[in-house]
């Protein structure tokens, strides 16, 4: 498998495993991989008694209760209902920057986060966007569907701008069962923000915001005077780049990323914000912290 | 507006190519590079919240500002003068004293010129810009200058120097310093060698007193009984206003040395001598040490060693007892005769002939003694005519040929009359010559009377006459010579330190002249004459440096204390601040992208 060979290799893989392990100490149990599911069913693990009512399958009924008894007791077992996860990936040119780009970072952080789902036995789906559904691979189950997912995110390719709104209300216009929702972006959508989130939280979604920016776009550093050319649109602003200057792009980015988080915060998503430079495992530790991800 | 630091068409082209490069500058600057980045996103948002300023008003504030730097750094290159703000037009003379003397250096280590130059450009910035300006000097340099722009003065001052030269007079007769009787003369002087200054001049005096000690005479001499023995006289003169204590000395071509040390009380005077039967021939130089000297020019002199061995001696003479007899004693003497018209064509010449009431025709090839030679052309021209009853009244005791020579008493029945010419005259009766000495073509001395027609050979001054003449015309010629300016009588000569090194000189009317700026021995090399000259101070006027007519008076100029001498109406110094402070705003508006 070539294509797992560039972006996935095994040093990535080394890390995966250091991930499940961090992950196991974390959350101690949890690997057995069950989501318990809130509402009762046919789960094989018993929950409570109730009394028999007319209509409940027989099936469940507690008949050594009833010989002791002589009343129909039904044993209620929880129901137990896989996590559906969905993994947003921004595949706009804008991702494509960066040392590594803010894509493969995305990339990445998609695949470790997909195996631990799998891992749980959850279900993952992997969906690339830009101005909108680009590319995606159906919801995925099980541990041995991890290399269709690299390969998947393996394949994947910048293009076109962001629109995240465009992008949930195709994702989401169809019927999806509730879940996580985890974007990777670097989150500068024209058209802002909020119309997307409110979609997302509109339909009930948990909500796991990573937000990856490079260095560079932290720190910008250009020649004194230049003319900015924007990679997803072609426009450009002519500018002179002074201290003030510098210290108002600083402030906008800080104010742009404290909305983010304030959203995020403001109706119980989760939030992380990392740069390229700092290594992805690193960023995921964070997510697990954040308790989110691994329930 | 004037431009005192630069002409008008220069400074006009300086500023035209300052604001041309600036301008130039300003608009090569380059296009903004092109940078794509991941999203304007967040730069919208920045210039959103910015108020726009048009680039192209803030690119000509940026371009205003630098040409308003840059011309006014230009400006103040050129020293601008305003004339309303400089006062009125005045005509301003400074002389300055540039004789030897002023070359003292006084306690606080600087020379009495070096006050004088920075009084005189004082008196000249003191001046309106539009004032015309006159520098002039003793020395004589400058006479005869123009009055002009104040530029042209201090470009003139600057070039001035301490004269070596003896002579130094207030510039009295220069027409052109006195030709407007509204004119402000100011004399800079230590008042040693120039004493006074015509009225209405007024006198700045950089007099301070110095001590000096100083080496006044310097010379070899034969000793007189032993012709062969070759002693130096020194003499030392103490000027400074109390006791010194002097280290002597001598120093030999070879590395022989003589030191001794005197004691000197104020103003004294003394003699000194040292044997140098030890010194090969060469360079002799003397050295004084003297605490706190501050006169150099007078510590140190040179002199010449010549070879002592056998002098070849031709004379020609049809018979003379005296002149052989005399010739004969002298040790130093191999002496040779022949009669006239029997002059040998060798290929060895003699070191010295002496023709006797007989002259060659042409220029012997060896320095010549002639007594009452007759008629040659290269000899001085006689007349045809003879004067009779002739006694002698004066002689050059400078002369080498007169040392220890007193001709009082001689009496001359004839001599020759002859035209003196360009030759020396070592000694004469009240109107004509009679013995003469030159230099050229060939070194001579020539009597113009027969040692039998005067009763010189009975004088007991005449054998060391012989003896000099034998000394002097057959040793190394060794012309002493004062500093400053020397010539001698050497065709197109080249001329050499005693180190080898190259001298300039010139070369005219058949003679070399160089000037010679400090004490030292100077080998002068013609076609077919060789020399050397030892050029000293050895002035006892110039020696005396604390003997000022201005004795006791402060230096400086009067009511200097109340005068700074700064020039008025300069801009300069405005035009920089004025351009720091621009820069400085410049440096404030760029960090607020007020201007580009």
């Not at chain 2, 110094?573 to 992208?593: D, I, K, P, S």
Request: hydrophobic share 45%; glycine share 8%; charged share 25%.
């Amino acid at each position: 498998m070539a294509a797992v060979a560039t972006l996935f290799d095994e040093e990535f893989l080394k890390k995966l495993e250091y991930l499940k392990l961090i992950s196991s100490r974390m959350l101690p149990g949890h690997m057995r991989g069950e989501h318990r599911a809130r509402k009762k069913g046919t789960g094989v693990e018993f929950s409570d008694y109730r009394p028999y009512v007319s209509g409940d399958d027989t099936k469940d009924v507690d008949w050594k209760a009833y010989l002791r008894l002589d009343k129909l007791i039904l044993r209620i077992f929880d129901e137990e209902a896989d996590l559906p996860i969905y993994l947003f990936v921004d595949s706009s040119l804008s991702m494509d920057f960066g040392e590594p780009t803010k894509f493969d970072y995305a990339r990445k952080v998609a695949a470790a986060l997909a195996y631990i789902g799998l891992l749980n036995l959850d279900r993952v789906s992997v969906i690339g966007y830009s101005a909108g559904v680009s590319e995606q691979i159906a919801s995925r189950r099980g541990r041995n569907q991890i290399w269709r997912i690299f390969s998947f995110l393996d394949r994947m390719t910048t293009s076109g701008e962001t629109s995240l709104h465009r992008t949930f209300r195709t994702y989401f216009g169809s019927k999806r069962r509730r879940g996580l929702v985890v974007v990777a972006s670097d989150f500068m959508d024209p058209a802002g923000l909020e119309p997307a989130f409110d979609f997302l939280r509109f339909q009930r979604h948990d909500v796991f915001n990573v937000q990856i920016l490079s260095p560079e776009e932290m720190k910008p550093q250009f020649p004194d005077e230049a003319m900015l050319v924007d990679s997803e649109n072609g426009s450009s602003h002519r500018l002179r780049l002074s201290p003030t200057l510098l210290t108002a792009y600083d402030e906008e980015m800080k104010k742009h990323q404290a909305g983010l988080e304030a959203y995020c915060s403001k109706y119980g998503w989760g939030y992380a914000r990392t740069e390229t430079s700092i290594p992805f495992e690193d960023l995921v530790i964070q997510i697990f912290r954040q308790d989110r991800f691994l329930r | 507006m004037s431009f005192f630091g630069l002409a008008g068409p220069t400074m006009a082209l300086l500023l035209a190519f300052t604001a041309g490069v600036i301008f130039f500058l300003y608009w090569l600057r380059p296009p903004p590079q092109r940078v794509v980045v991941p999203s304007t996103y967040i730069w919208t948002r920045v210039l959103k919240e910015r108020k726009r300023r048009s680039d192209f008003w803030r690119w000509l504030v940026s371009l205003l500002v630098a040409l308003a730097v840059g011309l006014a750094l230009a400006a103040a290159l050129g020293r601008p003068e305003i004339e309303a703000l400089s006062g009125k037009v005045r005509r301003i003379a400074v002389v300055v004293d540039d004789s030897p003397t002023m070359g003292a250096r006084t306690a606080s280590g600087e020379k009495r010129f070096d006050r004088a130059l920075q009084i005189a450009r004082g008196l000249l910035r003191e001046g309106s810009a539009a004032s015309e300006y006159l520098v002039t000097d003793t020395a004589g340099r400058l006479v005869g200058t123009e009055f002009g722009s104040r530029r042209t003065a201090l470009e003139r001052l600057e070039g001035l120097r301490v004269s070596l030269n003896e002579p130094s007079a207030f510039p009295a007769a220069d027409p052109i310093l006195f030709s407007d009787p509204e004119t402000e003369i100011y004399f800079v002087t230590d008042g040693v060698m120039v004493r006074e200054a015509p009225s209405g001049v007024l006198v700045v005096s950089v007099f301070q007193p110095v001590d000096n000690v100083g080496i006044t005479a310097f010379d070899l001499r034969p000793v007189p009984a032993e012709p062969n023995r070759v002693e130096a006289f020194l003499e030392l003169m103490n000027h400074s206003a109390e006791p010194k204590r002097v280290a002597l000395r001598v120093d030999g071509a070879s590395g022989q040395t003589m030191e001794r040390a005197v004691s000197l009380a104020a103003g004294q005077v003394l003699g000194e001598s040292f044997e140098l039967d030890r010194f090969s021939a060469g360079p002799v130089r003397v050295l004084i040490d003297a605490p706190d000297d501050g006169f150099e020019l007078d510590n140190v002199a040179y002199a010449y060693l010549g070879s002592p061995r056998q002098a070849r001696v031709v004379l020609v003479s049809s018979g003379n007892d005296t002149l052989e007899t005399l010739l004969g004693l002298d040790p130093r003497v191999s002496l040779e005769r022949i009669p006239p018209g029997e002059l040998p064509e060798s290929a060895t010449p003699p070191d010295l002939f002496v023709f006797d009431g007989v002259a060659p025709a042409a220029p012997p090839p060896a320095p010549a003694l002639l007594i009452h030679p007759g008629a040659a052309s290269w000899l001085p021209v006689p007349s045809g005519q003879e004067i009779e009853n002739l006694s002698l009244a004066g002689t050059a005791r400078e002369h080498p040929l007169m040392e220890h020579v007193d001709l009082g008493d001689v009496v001359v029945d004839r001599a020759a009359l002859v035209s003196r010419g360009r030759y020396q005259v070592v000694a004469g009766s009240d109107e004509e010559p009679l013995i003469l000495a030159s230099e050229s073509p060939i070194r001579f001395a020539m009597l113009t009377f027969a040692l039998e027609d005067s009763n010189l050979p009975f004088q007991s001054s005449f054998p060391v006459f012989l003896s000099n003449a034998v000394s002097w015309l057959s040793g190394t010629e060794v012309v002493a010579s004062s500093l400053g300016t020397v010539a001698v009588a050497v065709e197109s000569g080249v001329v050499t330190d005693i180190d080898g090194k190259a001298v300039a000189a010139r070369a005219s009317a058949g003679r070399t002249s160089f000037s010679p700026e400090a004490p030292g021995l100077y080998a002068v090399k013609g076609s077919e004459r060789e020399l050397m000259v030892s050029a000293n101070l050895l002035s006892p006027r110039i020696s005396a440096v604390n003997d000022s007519a201005l004795e006791g008076s402060e230096p400086g100029i009067p009511g200097s204390e109340s005068r700074d001498f700064r020039a008025r109406g300069e801009l300069w110094v405005g035009l920089v601040l004025f351009a720091l402070a621009l820069l400085l705003l410049e440096w404030w508006t760029y960090h607020r992208r007020l201007t580009i």
